[in-house]
């Protein structure tokens, strides 16, 4: 079965600091992977990488087997790489519904391009990731929990095939954690691949089929959650940090 993304050999380089470094990993069709690290292990870039707001300084992505190199960021949401940001922005004073239907109208396939129709979509992703009673509200006036779910209802707008997340847990207490790993799920459930970063050890261990784990820009680990977990090298990745 072609990945839905392969990730070959990618390095990126900011003047001095190498902040991913000759990274090679798959993500497979339906598959929901984990990528944990510490502060600055070079996680955000990665997802950067992927979409395409940053460019490798070598290596490449491929998506369903085809190469992404020089292509750029909005292309690649065309061709079905959503992704959530870690700093939300939703659009101010728009409501919550039309901040969805921006997604909707320049997502995959090139989007819906009457309104009413981006309208409709965006509800049904609203309903779908619990938002549906706040439709009518400015995005702005969302609490921090509602702003993690518009990020993802947003990016499920562009009917990605591929999902990235980035740190969409960041924030949440244990029940607002639980309801959003149920999202994820469901979203997997739909067909689409999802790579989720994240900070919350036992919520994105409970959520991973598989584990990869990244440190100083380079990855150290890459398998099945417990194992990766109870690797030595992990371990000391993450000594003090009390996150395992
Ligand atoms: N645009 C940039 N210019 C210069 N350095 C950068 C840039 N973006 C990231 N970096 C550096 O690259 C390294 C990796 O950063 P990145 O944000 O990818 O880490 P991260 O694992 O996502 O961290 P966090 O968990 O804190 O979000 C860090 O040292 C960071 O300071």
């Known amino acids: 079965m ?10 990126r380089r900011f003047a001095g600091l190498i902040a991913v ?15 944990i690290g510490p502060n600055g292990a070079g996680k955000t870039t990665l997802i950067s990488l992927i979409s395409g707001t ?11 087997g085809r190469s992404l190199a020089g292509m750029p960021a909005y292309r690649r949401a065309r061709l079905g790489i959503g992704r959530t940001f870690q700093i939300m922005r ?13 997604g ?8 819906h391009a009457k309104l009413a129709k981006a309208r409709e979509q965006a509800r049904a992703q609203l309903d779908f990731v619990g938002l549906g009673k706040f439709v009518d ?3 702005d006036e969302l609490g921090g929990p509602g702003r993690k779910r518009l990020e993802l209802a947003k990016a499920l707008a562009m009917q990605p095939k591929v999902l990235l997340c980035d740190e969409v847990m960041a924030g949440l207490n244990l029940v607002e954690i639980d309801e959003v790993i149920a999202v994820i799920r469901k979203v ?14 036992k919520a994105i261990k409970s959520l991973s089929d598989r584990l990869l784990v990244l440190h100083h820009g380079e990855k150290i680990a890459d398998g099945e959650p417990a194992g990766v977990l109870a690797n030595q090298t992990v371990i000391e990745a993450y000594l003090g940090k009390r996150r395992i």
Do not use: C, W, Y
């Not at 470094?21 to 990528?35: A, K, M, T, Y």
């Not at 940053?54 to 369903?64: I, K, N, Q």
């Not at 909707?104 to 396939?109: D, P």
């Open 104 to 111: 909707a109208l320049f997502g995959h396939g090139g989007g």
């Open 90 to 102: 939703p659009f101010p004073g728009l409501s919550v519904l039309d901040n969805v239907a921006v």
């Open 137 to 139: 509200q400015r995005a």
């Open 188 to 201: 997997r459930d739909t067909g689409i691949s999802v790579l989720v970063i994240e900070h919350v050890i």
């Open 54 to 64: 940053l460019a490798p300084t070598s290596g490449d992505v491929l998506f369903e």
């Open 21 to 35: 470094n000759d990274v090679s990993f798959l993500l497979q069709p339906r598959e929901i992977l984990g990528v």
């Open 2 to 11: 072609t990945p839905a993304l392969e990730i070959r050999n990618v390095t």
